[in-house]
């Protein structure tokens, strides 16, 4: 009954690779984010989706290319994989445009 | 712009003491939330308390609690009865009303001291 959920939790890759992580809430929230925490534990907004509509979209490399099939879902596709990609990615929901975001576990992702 | 400020990197508490954690915020807008989170070693991002900006009352949760000053424009957390399984990262954040997106602080990385 796991809120928001993450897969994988670990990523380990070679530099070049594309890879994806997905992301699934089940509280029925219209609102999905992508943050990423970096080594120095600094969280920074990505994406942003709203019934599947991208709202949010900050100064992200176009290697990164979210996708939400359906509200529920809000997946993370990195292409061309590089060093400075290592970090821990969040995923996170909320109810509509307000109210408490909601983390899911986090995906650490480690490029070789 | 607005920004999240947490002018301590790390602090060390005894156990069963009382610790304060700073945060300071920059906006412009009159109607925002604002939050601590709290990341274990686990990782997990776990929502500590909330603030709505129009309410003067300090939001409390059991050993948690702020204090508000909106017109400092201030919101430090107290940790009441410190315990060993406070100790984490923890983040103040700030949300516009308007706006879909939290910005976050650097984090104070909290010990506890037994």
């Known amino acids: 009954d796991t809120a928001v959920s993450q897969t994988p939790k670990y990523l380990v890759t070679q530099m070049g690779n594309d890879k994806s992580i997905k992301c699934e809430q089940n509280?029925?929230?219209?609102?999905m984010y992508w943050y990423k925490q970096d080594s120095k534990k600094f969280l920074k907004i990505m994406f942003s989706y709203n019934n599947k509509e991208l709202i949010i979209n900050e100064t992200v490399p176009n290697r990164f290319s979210p996708k939400s099939p359906d509200k529920a879902h809000l997946n993370l596709h990195i292409n061309s994989l590089e060093l400075g990609d290592s970090a821990v990615y969040f995923c996170?929901?909320?109810?509509?445009?307000?109210?408490?975001?909601?983390f899911g576990p986090g995906t650490r992702l480690l490029v070789l | 712009a607005q920004t999240v400020t947490q002018s301590q990197p790390e602090m060390s508490v005894q156990e069963a003491e009382t610790v304060t954690l700073s945060c300071t915020y920059d906006t412009s807008e009159s109607d925002y939330y604002l939050f601590w989170y709290k990341q274990p070693p686990s990782r997990q991002m776990i929502l500590v308390i909330r603030q709505e900006a129009y309410k003067q009352q300090n939001a409390t949760e059991n050993r948690f609690s702020v204090n508000f000053q909106k017109a400092a424009k201030s919101f430090s957390l107290k940790i009441s009865d410190s315990q060993l399984g406070d100790a984490a990262m923890y983040f103040c954040a700030y949300r516009a009303n308007r706006d879909d997106k939290i910005i976050f602080g650097k984090g104070t990385r909290l010990h506890i001291l037994p």
């Open positions: 509280l029925g929230h219209d609102t």
């Open positions: 996170a929901s909320t109810p509509g445009h307000k109210g408490t975001q909601y």
